[in-house]
């Protein structure tokens, strides 16, 4: 499965981006799907995630409110709705497919496929 990221640029502080992922080679319907970012100089870190054992979502606490992801079953895509935009948002954003336990959902090592990055830059 490839996965294709795309909706990132550069936005003002406040505003709103929405990213996407497209899957080609396969569907995401029997994966679970999480978006993660990674910052300069920093780790890679879990943003959102929606599993596919129960449906459930889950988000890191710094996007909490803010971040809603959700699959599109008619398009093949998962995509991540970003509000309320801040600075330290900033990051290379990376979606990912795979199959980890629910307790490790936020964990990166448990995700097969993984898209090439897209960038969002938000300016204060």
């Known amino acids: 499965v490839q996965l294709q990221a795309s909706g990132g640029g550069l936005v003002q502080a406040g505003g709103s981006l929405r990213l996407s992922c497209a899957a080609s080679?396969?569907?995401?319907?029997?994966?679970?799907v999480a978006w993660f970012r990674q910052a300069p100089g920093k780790e890679r870190e879990f943003v959102a995630a929606a599993a596919v054992q129960n449906m459930h979502t889950y988000y890191d606490d710094s996007v909490k409110g803010r971040f809603t992801i959700s699959r599109d079953k008619a398009k093949n895509t998962v995509n991540l709705q970003m509000n309320s935009l801040n600075p330290e948002d900033t990051a290379i954003y990376y979606c990912?497919?795979?199959?980890?336990?629910?307790?490790?959902?936020?964990?990166?090592?448990?995700?097969?496929?993984w898209g090439q990055g897209t960038l969002v830059t938000v300016s204060s």
């Open positions: 990912a497919a795979g199959r980890p336990i629910i307790s490790a959902i936020s964990i990166p090592t448990g995700y097969y496929y």
């Open positions: 080679g396969g569907t995401f319907s029997s994966y679970s």
